[in-house]
């Protein structure tokens, strides 16, 4: 499968913006999906997971902030990202891997990503 994310750019802190992560194949439901980040200097994280099921999965830093969610009709995985803070800033990742159940929350785990979108949020 290939994924394409869109929908970085720059925010003033407090704003919102929408990641998408569209992704080819015809088993796009049967994958389970996430949204990592890697600012400069520090290693890649998980933001949120989301099962083939629709279960989801948030780090401490982005609950409450941060919704994670799916259309398989569009073959598409969304990240939700409102009241951004400037520690927010990164490159962010999807990542798909296919799965029957479950969620997937390490890196090494997932088969597939995408090329990446900057999220930049001023102070």
């Known amino acids: 499968v290939q994924l394409q994310a869109s929908g970085g750019g720059l925010v003033q802190a407090g704003g919102s913006l929408r990641l998408s992560c569209a992704a080819s194949?015809?088993?796009?439901?049967?994958?389970?999906l996430g949204w990592f980040r890697q600012a400069p200097g520090k290693e890649r994280e998980l933001v949120a997971a989301?099962?083939?099921?629709?279960?989801?999965y948030y780090a401490g830093s982005v609950k409450g902030r941060f919704t994670i969610s799916r259309d398989n009709a569009k073959n598409t995985v969304y990240l939700q990202m409102n009241s951004l803070k400037p520690e927010d800033t990164a490159v962010y990742y999807c990542?798909?891997?296919?799965?029957?159940?479950?969620?997937?929350?390490?890196?090494?785990?997932?088969?597939?990503w995408g090329q990446g979108t900057l999220v930049t949020v001023s102070s």
């Open positions: 194949g015809r088993t796009f439901s049967n994958y389970a």
């Open positions: 990542a798909a891997v296919l799965l029957r159940a479950g969620l997937v929350l390490t890196a090494d785990n997932y088969d597939y």
């Open positions: 989301i099962s083939s099921g629709g279960s989801t």
